[in-house]
């Protein structure tokens, strides 16, 4: 399908591109970052913004640098480079793995760490591990730059806290050195979403689980936190029965749709036994 | 690539080439209709009804109209006067209920997306611009989703002037036909006999989307003495014909012509809305246009596959023996007939019995209506269903008597020697040995070992279980010999048309009444020809799908273009030699009764004068020096109608394993062994078998159209139509046997369809048997993982399942619990 007529800017700067956003006034503008979730929306006809500012011409937006106890990501880094940067390897392999289970090959080489973000599908994979790390969310807007925590950022379906006029610039995850990590990604056929995916890392001392971060893909609007999963498996020897214990308490506080890839009680056990599958392969 | 069959002399026949079209097909840059732009040429967009059944009030189209680029506008009402009917091909019975299929709705639409106005525009863009400023009011009238609710009495009609839900029953029994036994009677027999039994089992086949890969897409041009129209179709020729009935015209005014096609499964045989609708308007605005759908439309819209309910009926004594089959259909016509609609559950009818001797038979088809998007041929169509239920209800059977379901099958099946085999439905099939497709294999999966390990999960309640699952299938194919579908009232005959044009350089041009659509026509044929002519494969080009080029034909589907096109081009070739040798005997002043033709060659027996099929080309050409009484020209063509259908078949073994925690199924072993006859070309025919698989393992555990309680399509796209890529595919294991076909020279049968329909009820056999253990013996396809997960919670994991003791005493324990399994020993054809 073709999509409705629009006007399209391709700025060089983040303040160039506040700056073409702020000047466009009344007309309904759209962020274009990788276009793998835009692009079909548009072409669909279920939006028909009157501006498309297209990121991708901003260098600055796109990489990885080492910011002390942080990797700071930029948005428009794509899928692939995360599953391939050595710094998000080495401090958030959480990431790398589950950007891995991103859809296919050609959507990763377009799709963008920050447009995930930003979309905030909750049948997308990227928002639940930067969810469970922790990761800050740096956003620009005319009056000059914010950062948000994780738990803030994601507000409702589709919906963020970055408000009309901004942009997210980059991604500020903690250096989880030396962590496990595993990304346990359940959907029908490989290229489709998620019907739930569960992210873990985990710290294992001399056998013993010392800290663990989980997070749910789908079990909700937003991505949750799954807390009662990481305080049981604290203290914890790290075997296969005891992170299954603690695994009973995925659902916990989850709020999963029924729609038609799976009903409400199949996510919530599946919640339990991929959040066991994935602890269980963080710790290796 | 250049190593000789010592027997036959073949250079290229059963070489694995590399097919020659691939390079222009995968990179694009080839004639997809879509690719076809004109000087002048208008776009359409289509205007597409929400609802699935209702009247139109009113559509105000006056926005529409005066929207940037728009050339003009037209409603149902606007076209209805030329628009004619969308013709069906098969009126299966004589009182066959035929309601008319307008290209453009008037007034009344029956299923959502059927096209309510057609916009043409200065580009695609400005056309679906002005599509979205129609403004449709519909009053909404009760929609029939559901076969079994459709045929009752009170239930609101699809077609009020046909006064009933019900398209045709169709009807086939032994008894009456004088082919088998009453099947009633032999289902009372074994009711009243305490050694037999009767099992009565219900099956759903859901409803499928064929998705191709390339949408489809049509350019019309109106200029000049003919209408010329481009189609990503896989019927020109049958096209051509239709449109020239719909629109009243001469045949001779249409040329039709169908460039590269991306691909079909039987989803671009017919004469479409959208062809027509394209028609109509180029030739009201007098100058070319094109329409090309987008995905959406494609899978709203292009018919769809499947969707029947099968109630089976098999009466057995307990030794293992069948003694009859009955089959009562429902199966869902949609809202319209397309080309063949009423018949695809009649292509099936002959194949429920399959490879096994059944002595009494019978078969019911209800075709209903409903209003959903009509359905079609969809790979296999008919015998994929016949396959599944077949089956399924053999591997029931052999659970039921405990007994090893391949040992089953062979106790049933035609013997390697009893060929040729009269059936049950009177077909004869010409060749086959099945002992041999399934001792290799077994031989390749390892069944023994494969069932060991199943009886070691069972027992020790592994999470991970494992299921094996048979099908060893036949299906007839090579559509078809003519006077066979003439005593089925379809509307056209089942013959191929070929010509061979011998050019002056030597080069071959071969003219096919078989447009490939993806299948690899180009290369097989070539290899066929370099043979038969003795010419390099180089020389030789396939030329099709151009209604003007090749003048008659009947298209591509039910795997007939090698085993019907490819023998017309052989019968073909055989008149090129013969009017060669009286030309070459001249000018090797020699008898022509002496006169051999061998590899390209044409020589005095008994001595080395000779003279070459190109230089016979030239000589003819120039025709300076040629014998009197004889017209100077080698060319020729051949019709060829078979006597006979194509049956090949082969045993396929599937091993799941089900993650007893999420319910999900991954194929852990694929194996199959297909006889598809001598192989011209055995990397095209694996590619095919791999093509086929994919397709028939998506309908067992992904695919399926599905409508909500409104009558719309809830899988539009490719995010909800979960159809599989490479990635989820398992590795196959594929090996071939060749029994040869002796109804063709060239001892062939088809591929195209085996894969899809053998494989079905592998993966579900296989499913089943892995979820024995909690008493589960079926469930409904796709078996998503949460069907599987769902099926089995609450339920009892009884691992000795299937160790129950068989009556008779000869059988002591089920498979996996040390019955006997088949080893294909006893088995004396084997091999
Ligand atoms: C076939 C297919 C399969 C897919 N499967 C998966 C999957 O399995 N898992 C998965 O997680 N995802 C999947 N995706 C989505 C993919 O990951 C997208 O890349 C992602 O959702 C959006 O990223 P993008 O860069 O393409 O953003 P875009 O599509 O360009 O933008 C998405 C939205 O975010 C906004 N936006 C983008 N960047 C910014 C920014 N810097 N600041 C403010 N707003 C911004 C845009 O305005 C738009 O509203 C799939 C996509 C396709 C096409």
């Given at each position: 399908m073709i999509p409705a007529a629009f006007d399209y800017e391709s700025p060089a700067s983040v303040d160039e591109a506040l700056a073409v956003i702020a000047g466009a006034g009344d007309r309904e503008v759209k962020v274009l970052a990788g276009g793998q979730s835009l692009i079909p929306v548009l072409r669909l006809r279920m939006n028909a913004p009157d501006l498309v500012v297209d990121l991708g011409r901003i260098?600055?937006?796109?990489?990885?640098?080492?910011?002390?106890?942080?990797?700071?990501?930029g948005a428009m880094t794509t899928h692939d480079d995360v599953t391939r940067e050595p710094l998000i390897r080495q401090h958030a392999l959480l990431l790398s793995l589950a950007a891995q289970t991103v859809a296919d090959p050609q959507v990763r080489h377009r799709g963008t760490f920050g447009g995930s973000l930003a979309h905030a599908d909750p049948a997308a994979d990227m928002p639940a591990p930067a969810l469970a790390l922790g990761a800050e969310f740096v956003i620009a807007g005319p009056s000059g730059r914010r950062t948000v925590g994780a738990s803030d950022f994601f507000t409702d379906l589709?919906?963020?806290?970055?408000?009309?006029?901004?942009?997210?610039?980059?991604?500020?995850v903690p250096k989880h050195t030396g962590w496990g990590a595993h990304y346990e990604k359940f959907n029908h056929v490989a290229h489709t979403w998620s019907i739930v995916g569960v992210a873990a890392a985990v710290r294992v001392e001399g056998g013993t689980i010392a800290e663990a971060k989980v997070g749910l893909t789908n079990m909700g609007l937003v991505p949750i936190r799954a807390t009662a999963v990481e305080q049981a498996l604290v203290g914890q020897p790290a075997t296969a029965d005891a992170i299954r214990a603690a695994a009973q308490n995925a659902d916990q506080g989850t709020n999963p749709m029924s729609d038609a890839s799976a009903d409400e009680d199949y996510r919530r056990h599946l919640a339990k036994v991929l959040t066991g599958r994935a602890v269980l392969a963080a710790v290796g | 690539m250049t190593a000789v069959d010592e027997t036959t002399g073949a250079k290229e026949f059963g070489q694995s080439r590399r097919r020659k079209e691939d390079a222009r097909l995968i990179t694009g840059r080839t004639k997809w209709t879509d690719n076809i732009v004109l000087p002048g040429m208008a776009h359409l967009a289509m205007v597409r009804s929400p609802v699935a059944s209702g009247t139109i009030a009113s559509i105000d189209v006056a926005d529409a109209k005066t929207s940037p680029g728009v050339l003009g506008v037209w409603t149902g009402a606007d076209l209805d006067a030329e628009q004619g009917d969308l013709p069906c091909a098969w009126a299966v019975t004589p009182d066959m209920k035929h309601p008319r299929r307008p290209a453009v709705a008037a007034g009344r639409v029956k299923f959502a997306g059927e096209i309510v106005a057609v916009i043409a525009a200065r580009s695609a863009a400005e056309a679906r611009d002005a599509a979205d400023k129609v403004i449709v009011d519909y009053d909404d009238l009760p929609v029939v989703l559901d076969m079994n609710e459709a045929i009752k009495e009170g239930t609101p009609l699809v077609h009020e002037e046909l006064g009933t839900n019900v398209n045709a029953t169709w009807i086939f029994d032994s008894g009456e036909a004088g082919t088998?036994?009453?099947?009633?009677?032999?289902?009372?027999?074994?009711?009243?006999?305490?050694?037999?039994?009767?099992?009565?089992?219900?099956?759903?086949?859901?409803?499928?989307?064929?998705?191709?890969?390339?949408?489809?897409?049509?350019?019309?041009?109106?200029?000049?003495?003919?209408?010329?129209?481009?189609?990503?179709?896989?019927?020109?020729?049958?096209?051509r014909f239709l449109l020239a009935v719909v629109l009243g015209i001469s045949e001779s005014k249409v040329r039709f012509i169908a460039p590269d096609v991306g691909g079909g499964f039987g989803g671009k045989i017919h004469l479409s809305p959208e062809e027509v609708a394209t028609v109509l308007i180029a030739r009201k605005l007098g100058k070319p246009v094109k329409y090309t759908e987008t995905r959406s439309e494609s899978i709203q819209s292009a018919h769809h596959g499947r969707d029947q309910i099968q109630k089976i009926t098999l009466s057995a004594k307990k030794d293992g023996t069948v003694t009859g089959l009955k089959v009562d259909l429902l199966a869902d016509m949609g809202a319209y007939l397309g080309l063949v609609t009423p018949g695809v559950p009649i292509l099936g009818a002959f194949m429920y019995n399959a490879i096994y001797k059944i002595p009494a038979y019978q078969f019911k088809c209800v075709n209903v209506f409903t209003n959903k998007v009509l359905t079609d041929a969809y790979r296999g169509a008919g015998r994929p269903e016949a396959t599944y239920a077949i089956e399924r209800m053999m591997d029931t059977l052999a659970n039921e008597l405990g007994v090893d379901p391949l040992a089953l099958r062979e106790k049933n099946?035609?013997?390697?020697?009893?060929?040729?085999?009269?059936?049950?439905?009177?077909?004869?099939?010409?060749?086959?040995?099945?002992?041999?497709?399934?001792?290799?294999?077994?031989?390749?999966?390892?069944?023994?070992?494969?069932?060991?390990?199943?009886?070691?999960?069972?027992?020790?309640?592994?999470?991970?279980?494992?299921?094996?699952?048979?099908?060893?299938?036949?299906?007839?194919?090579?559509?078809?010999?003519?006077?066979?579908?003439?005593?089925?009232?379809?509307?056209?005959?089942?013959?191929e048309y070929s010509a061979i044009r011998m050019l002056p350089t030597g080069k071959v041009?071969?003219?096919?009444?078989?447009?490939?659509?993806?299948?690899?026509?180009?290369?097989?044929?070539?290899?066929?020809?370099?043979?038969?002519?003795?010419?390099?494969f180089e020389d030789v080009e396939i030329l099709h799908g151009d209604t003007q080029i090749t003048h008659k034909g009947l298209d591509t589907y039910g795997s007939r273009s090698l085993v019907v096109g490819g023998i017309a081009i052989v019968k073909a070739a055989e008149k090129v030699i013969e009017k060669a040798k009286p030309i070459a005997a001249h000018l090797l002043e020699a008898n022509v009764a002496d006169i051999e033709f061998d590899s390209g060659k044409f020589s005095v027996a008994g001595t080395d004068k000779g003279v070459t099929i190109q230089e016979v080309a030239l000589a003819t050409f120039a025709a300076h020096n040629y014998p009197e009484g004889i017209e100077p020209s080698i060319d020729a063509d051949a019709t060829f109608d078979p006597e006979n259908f194509s049956y090949p078949h082969g045993t396929h073994l599937c091993a799941t394993e089900i993650d007893t925690e999420t319910g999900k199924v991954t194929i852990r072993k694929y194996v199959c062994v297909d006889d598809i006859g001598t192989v011209v070309n055995p990397l095209i025919a694996e590619g095919q078998v791999h093509g086929g698989l994919a397709q028939g393992i998506a309908q067992a555990l992904w695919e399926e159209a599905r409508h909500d309680e409104s009558g719309t399509l809830t899988t539009a796209t490719f995010v909800d139509y979960t159809l599989p890529t490479a990635a989820d595919m398992p590795f196959f294991t594929t090996d071939m046997t060749e029994t040869a076909s002796t109804s063709n020279p060239l001892g062939v049968k088809g591929v195209g369809e085996a894969g899809t329909i053998a494989s079905t009820p592998a993966v579900i056999n296989a499913v089943v048997d892995a979820l024995r253990p909690w008493g589960i013996d079926d469930i409904q396809m796709p078996t998503t993982a949460q069907?599987?997960?769902?099926?089995?919670?609450?339920?009892?994991?009884?691992?000795?399942?299937?160790?129950?003791?068989?009556?008779?005493?000869?059988?002591?324990a089920a498979p996996g619990n040390g019955a006997p399994l088949w080893s294909g020993n006893e088995s004396g054809g084997a091999q």
């Amino acid at each position: 399908m073709i999509p409705a007529a629009f006007d399209y800017e391709s700025p060089a700067s983040v303040d160039e591109a506040l700056a073409v956003i702020a000047g466009a006034g009344d007309r309904e503008v759209k962020v274009l970052a990788g276009g793998q979730s835009l692009i079909p929306v548009l072409r669909l006809r279920m939006n028909a913004p009157d501006l498309v500012v297209d990121l991708g011409r901003i260098a600055e937006l796109r990489g990885v640098r080492d910011d002390g106890d942080a990797i700071a990501i930029g948005a428009m880094t794509t899928h692939d480079d995360v599953t391939r940067e050595p710094l998000i390897r080495q401090h958030a392999l959480l990431l790398s793995l589950a950007a891995q289970t991103v859809a296919d090959p050609q959507v990763r080489h377009r799709g963008t760490f920050g447009g995930s973000l930003a979309h905030a599908d909750p049948a997308a994979d990227m928002p639940a591990p930067a969810l469970a790390l922790g990761a800050e969310f740096v956003i620009a807007g005319p009056s000059g730059r914010r950062t948000v925590g994780a738990s803030d950022f994601f507000t409702d379906l589709f919906t963020t806290a970055i408000g009309e006029g901004e942009l997210l610039v980059e991604v500020r995850v903690p250096k989880h050195t030396g962590w496990g990590a595993h990304y346990e990604k359940f959907n029908h056929v490989a290229h489709t979403w998620s019907i739930v995916g569960v992210a873990a890392a985990v710290r294992v001392e001399g056998g013993t689980i010392a800290e663990a971060k989980v997070g749910l893909t789908n079990m909700g609007l937003v991505p949750i936190r799954a807390t009662a999963v990481e305080q049981a498996l604290v203290g914890q020897p790290a075997t296969a029965d005891a992170i299954r214990a603690a695994a009973q308490n995925a659902d916990q506080g989850t709020n999963p749709m029924s729609d038609a890839s799976a009903d409400e009680d199949y996510r919530r056990h599946l919640a339990k036994v991929l959040t066991g599958r994935a602890v269980l392969a963080a710790v290796g | 690539m250049t190593a000789v069959d010592e027997t036959t002399g073949a250079k290229e026949f059963g070489q694995s080439r590399r097919r020659k079209e691939d390079a222009r097909l995968i990179t694009g840059r080839t004639k997809w209709t879509d690719n076809i732009v004109l000087p002048g040429m208008a776009h359409l967009a289509m205007v597409r009804s929400p609802v699935a059944s209702g009247t139109i009030a009113s559509i105000d189209v006056a926005d529409a109209k005066t929207s940037p680029g728009v050339l003009g506008v037209w409603t149902g009402a606007d076209l209805d006067a030329e628009q004619g009917d969308l013709p069906c091909a098969w009126a299966v019975t004589p009182d066959m209920k035929h309601p008319r299929r307008p290209a453009v709705a008037a007034g009344r639409v029956k299923f959502a997306g059927e096209i309510v106005a057609v916009i043409a525009a200065r580009s695609a863009a400005e056309a679906r611009d002005a599509a979205d400023k129609v403004i449709v009011d519909y009053d909404d009238l009760p929609v029939v989703l559901d076969m079994n609710e459709a045929i009752k009495e009170g239930t609101p009609l699809v077609h009020e002037e046909l006064g009933t839900n019900v398209n045709a029953t169709w009807i086939f029994d032994s008894g009456e036909a004088g082919t088998g036994g009453n099947v009633d009677e032999a289902i009372a027999a074994a009711h009243a006999d305490p050694d037999s039994l009767v099992i009565e089992r219900t099956f759903r086949q859901q409803r499928l989307v064929p998705a191709f890969m390339e949408p489809r897409s049509t350019v019309v041009d109106p200029t000049g003495e003919q209408l010329t129209v481009w189609s990503a179709t896989q019927v020109p020729h049958i096209a051509r014909f239709l449109l020239a009935v719909v629109l009243g015209i001469s045949e001779s005014k249409v040329r039709f012509i169908a460039p590269d096609v991306g691909g079909g499964f039987g989803g671009k045989i017919h004469l479409s809305p959208e062809e027509v609708a394209t028609v109509l308007i180029a030739r009201k605005l007098g100058k070319p246009v094109k329409y090309t759908e987008t995905r959406s439309e494609s899978i709203q819209s292009a018919h769809h596959g499947r969707d029947q309910i099968q109630k089976i009926t098999l009466s057995a004594k307990k030794d293992g023996t069948v003694t009859g089959l009955k089959v009562d259909l429902l199966a869902d016509m949609g809202a319209y007939l397309g080309l063949v609609t009423p018949g695809v559950p009649i292509l099936g009818a002959f194949m429920y019995n399959a490879i096994y001797k059944i002595p009494a038979y019978q078969f019911k088809c209800v075709n209903v209506f409903t209003n959903k998007v009509l359905t079609d041929a969809y790979r296999g169509a008919g015998r994929p269903e016949a396959t599944y239920a077949i089956e399924r209800m053999m591997d029931t059977l052999a659970n039921e008597l405990g007994v090893d379901p391949l040992a089953l099958r062979e106790k049933n099946w035609i013997k390697h020697e009893e060929f040729p085999f009269t059936s049950v439905c009177g077909l004869t099939y010409d060749s086959g040995n099945y002992e041999a497709a399934t001792s290799r294999a077994v031989e390749l999966f390892d069944y023994e070992g494969l069932r060991r390990e199943q009886a070691e999960r069972r027992a020790r309640k592994d999470p991970i279980q494992l299921g094996i699952g048979i099908s060893t299938f036949t299906e007839m194919c090579g559509l078809a010999p003519s006077r066979v579908l003439g005593s089925l009232n379809y509307g056209a005959g089942g013959w191929e048309y070929s010509a061979i044009r011998m050019l002056p350089t030597g080069k071959v041009e071969v003219l096919t009444g078989a447009s490939a659509h993806g299948q690899g026509h180009e290369t097989a044929f070539s290899q066929i020809v370099a043979d038969q002519l003795g010419v390099p494969f180089e020389d030789v080009e396939i030329l099709h799908g151009d209604t003007q080029i090749t003048h008659k034909g009947l298209d591509t589907y039910g795997s007939r273009s090698l085993v019907v096109g490819g023998i017309a081009i052989v019968k073909a070739a055989e008149k090129v030699i013969e009017k060669a040798k009286p030309i070459a005997a001249h000018l090797l002043e020699a008898n022509v009764a002496d006169i051999e033709f061998d590899s390209g060659k044409f020589s005095v027996a008994g001595t080395d004068k000779g003279v070459t099929i190109q230089e016979v080309a030239l000589a003819t050409f120039a025709a300076h020096n040629y014998p009197e009484g004889i017209e100077p020209s080698i060319d020729a063509d051949a019709t060829f109608d078979p006597e006979n259908f194509s049956y090949p078949h082969g045993t396929h073994l599937c091993a799941t394993e089900i993650d007893t925690e999420t319910g999900k199924v991954t194929i852990r072993k694929y194996v199959c062994v297909d006889d598809i006859g001598t192989v011209v070309n055995p990397l095209i025919a694996e590619g095919q078998v791999h093509g086929g698989l994919a397709q028939g393992i998506a309908q067992a555990l992904w695919e399926e159209a599905r409508h909500d309680e409104s009558g719309t399509l809830t899988t539009a796209t490719f995010v909800d139509y979960t159809l599989p890529t490479a990635a989820d595919m398992p590795f196959f294991t594929t090996d071939m046997t060749e029994t040869a076909s002796t109804s063709n020279p060239l001892g062939v049968k088809g591929v195209g369809e085996a894969g899809t329909i053998a494989s079905t009820p592998a993966v579900i056999n296989a499913v089943v048997d892995a979820l024995r253990p909690w008493g589960i013996d079926d469930i409904q396809m796709p078996t998503t993982a949460q069907r599987v997960w769902k099926a089995i919670q609450g339920k009892e994991f009884d691992a000795s399942v299937g160790a129950k003791d068989t009556r008779d005493g000869s059988h002591e324990a089920a498979p996996g619990n040390g019955a006997p399994l088949w080893s294909g020993n006893e088995s004396g054809g084997a091999q």
